[in-house]
């Protein structure tokens, strides 16, 4: 069993890991929706899709889990960083019955249909998103699908952002 300062500094490097690749991926979008030359967006997606997929292997894998999960239970680190470890965990066994592939398909579907979205946002033109709205609900719909839960979607999709929050 690993002692308590091991098993922080362990946690530690992989939330610093964990921050890094979601700031690129941050970053990436916000380029996107500022400055970055529209030509560019297949490029950019492509790319953002990838640091996703590596940023989801990081948070799911078993070794992650297990280390978050010992964080979470061990009784000699501060509640505070216990309780961060819950809320990780929660997410991540969120997260972990959903295929890699998929998960990255439905970011890059995101990043891809951003300009199809704004520009129907500036064309007042909903009929130019909806078929990628409707592509983007069913990919959410299949994503919710891998938990296997018996708890209707808009409850699940509900818990996410307020925790215990039902219909």
């Not at 308590?4 to 890094?20: G, H, I, M, P, R």
């Not at 398909?105 to 199809?116: I, S, V």
Request: proline letters at 2%; hydrophobic letters at 40%; glycine letters at 4%.
């Amino acid at each position: 069993m690993m002692d308590t300062s091991e098993l922080l500094k362990q946690y530690n490097d992989w939330k610093f890991k964990v921050s890094a690749y979601e700031m690129a991926v941050s970053l990436i979008g916000i380029e996107e929706q500022t400055i970055a030359p529209s030509g560019g967006s297949e490029y950019r997606n492509d790319r953002m899709a990838f640091l996703q997929g590596e940023l989801f292997s990081l948070s799911t894998s078993e070794d992650a889990l297990k280390m978050v999960d010992a964080v979470k239970n061990n009784e000699a680190i501060e509640e505070v960083t216990r309780r961060e470890a819950q809320l990780f965990s929660r997410s991540m066994h969120n997260f972990c019955c959903i295929p890699k592939d998929t998960y990255v398909e439905f970011t890059k579907l995101q990043a891809d249909n951003y300009l199809r979205w704004k520009k129907a946002k500036e064309a007042g033109d909903y009929s130019l998103f909806e078929d990628s709205l409707v592509a983007i609900i069913e990919m959410e719909r299949k994503i919710y699908g891998f938990r296997g839960s018996n708890v209707p979607l808009y409850d699940q999709m509900l818990d996410e952002f307020e925790p215990g929050m039902n219909m």
